[in-house]
C-alpha cells in the first residue's frame, strides 16, 4: 500500500505562489505515476498534473500550463508541484495520487494522499 502525505498548502494572494510536495511511502515510489488532482466544494475532481516514473514525461492541465510545474525526487521519495501566478480559481483540495498508469483521469490512480487545502484571495 503506497502511503502519501501532502503539504504546503495555505493561504496565498492572487498572483502569489506555492509549492506543494507531497512524500510517499516504500519502495515502490519510483514505480508509479504520479499526479496532482484538485477538487473545489461542490465540483468534480479535476485533473492538474501528472509525472512519469521516470520523471521523463509530464502533462498538465490546460488551466495551468505555464503556471504550475510538476517535479519528483525518486530518491527521496517526493513529487512537488509548483504553482506561480496563482488565480481564485485554483482554490481546491489538492491531492497528489499515485498509479501505474501515465492518465489523466483520477480512475487511473489508485493511491490518493489526504488533501492539502490552497486557498487564493482576491
Known amino acids: 500500500q503506497v502511503q502519501l502525505v501532502e503539504s504546503g498548502g495555505g493561504l496565498v494572494q492572487a498572483g502569489g505562489s506555492l509549492r506543494l510536495s507531497c512524500a510517499a511511502s516504500?519502495?515502490?515510489?519510483?514505480?508509479?505515476?504520479m499526479g496532482w488532482f484538485r477538487q473545489a466544494p461542490g465540483k468534480e475532481r479535476e485533473f492538474v498534473a501528472s509525472?512519469?516514473?521516470?520523471?521523463?514525461?509530464?502533462n498538465y492541465a490546460d488551466s495551468v500550463k505555464g503556471r504550475f510545474t510538476i517535479s519528483r525526487d525518486n530518491a527521496k521519495n517526493t513529487v512537488a508541484l509548483q504553482m506561480n501566478s496563482l488565480k481564485p480559481e485554483d482554490t481546491a483540495l489538492y491531492y497528489c495520487?499515485?498509479?501505474?498508469?501515465?492518465?489523466?483521469?483520477?480512475?487511473?490512480?489508485?493511491?490518493w494522499g489526504q488533501g492539502t487545502q490552497v486557498t487564493i484571495s482576491s
Open positions: 495520487a499515485a498509479g501505474v498508469v501515465f492518465g489523466l483521469s483520477a480512475a487511473d490512480y489508485a493511491y
Open positions: 516504500g519502495r515502490i515510489f519510483s514505480s508509479v505515476t
Open positions: 509525472i512519469s516514473r521516470s520523471g521523463s514525461w509530464t
